[in-house]
């Protein structure tokens, strides 16, 4: 049986918090996210704060089913995001941590806990699709216990899986 969507919280973990994604985060994240290095795995370019609050809206709209997305926000300061695509009882998890708070376990953190989330609304089957270079990502991956398959995506990036049966 297909779990049904859950509605999308915040969620605290040892020491963030994730707030569900709103247009006013924009002009926050706008900031953090105007670094061309963020993008290098990913590709594109970083969002002008206009249409990082075209974004947002469309997101927060709850047009994409499925589509949950966070703010990462350690010491009331953002500094990341985090977003999990759900499809029946799996997820694709996906981080984003600014570059200058990055080494210093948030994502693992923000992922963990997006990963525990979805698992207590019956989504058991957690997954990611890393870039084979982003070696952070793949670290990230690997904490949450997942390990990657031989599939790779039209974009070039390796289906990661649960090691757990």
């Given at each position: 049986m297909t779990p049904a969507?859950?509605?999308?919280?915040a969620i605290r973990t040892e020491r963030l918090v994730l707030e569900p994604l709103r247009v006013r985060h924009a002009d926050e994240m706008a900031p953090l996210l105007d670094d061309e290095r963020l993008h290098e795995f990913i590709g594109g370019r970083p969002l002008t704060p206009d249409q990082l609050r075209a974004r947002y809206a469309r997101?927060?709209?709850g047009g994409h089913n499925g589509w949950f997305n966070w703010v990462v926000r350690c010491c009331g300061v953002a500094v990341g995001t985090v977003q999990a695509t759900v499809e029946?009882?799996?997820?694709?998890v996906a981080?984003?941590?600014g570059t200058g708070h990055q080494r210093?376990?948030?994502a693992t953190e923000a992922a963990r806990g997006v990963v525990g989330w979805l698992g207590e609304h019956g989504i058991r089957q957690p997954g990611a699709a890393i870039h084979p270079?982003?070696?952070?990502?793949?670290?990230v991956a690997r904490k949450l216990g997942?390990?990657?398959t031989d599939v790779v995506d039209d974009d070039g990036e390796v289906r990661w899986v649960?090691?757990?049966p």
């Amino acid at each position: 049986m297909t779990p049904a969507l859950p509605t999308v919280e915040a969620i605290r973990t040892e020491r963030l918090v994730l707030e569900p994604l709103r247009v006013r985060h924009a002009d926050e994240m706008a900031p953090l996210l105007d670094d061309e290095r963020l993008h290098e795995f990913i590709g594109g370019r970083p969002l002008t704060p206009d249409q990082l609050r075209a974004r947002y809206a469309r997101l927060a709209a709850g047009g994409h089913n499925g589509w949950f997305n966070w703010v990462v926000r350690c010491c009331g300061v953002a500094v990341g995001t985090v977003q999990a695509t759900v499809e029946g009882a799996a997820a694709d998890v996906a981080w984003v941590v600014g570059t200058g708070h990055q080494r210093k376990g948030y994502a693992t953190e923000a992922a963990r806990g997006v990963v525990g989330w979805l698992g207590e609304h019956g989504i058991r089957q957690p997954g990611a699709a890393i870039h084979p270079g982003n070696h952070a990502s793949a670290a990230v991956a690997r904490k949450l216990g997942l390990v990657p398959t031989d599939v790779v995506d039209d974009d070039g990036e390796v289906r990661w899986v649960s090691a757990a049966p």
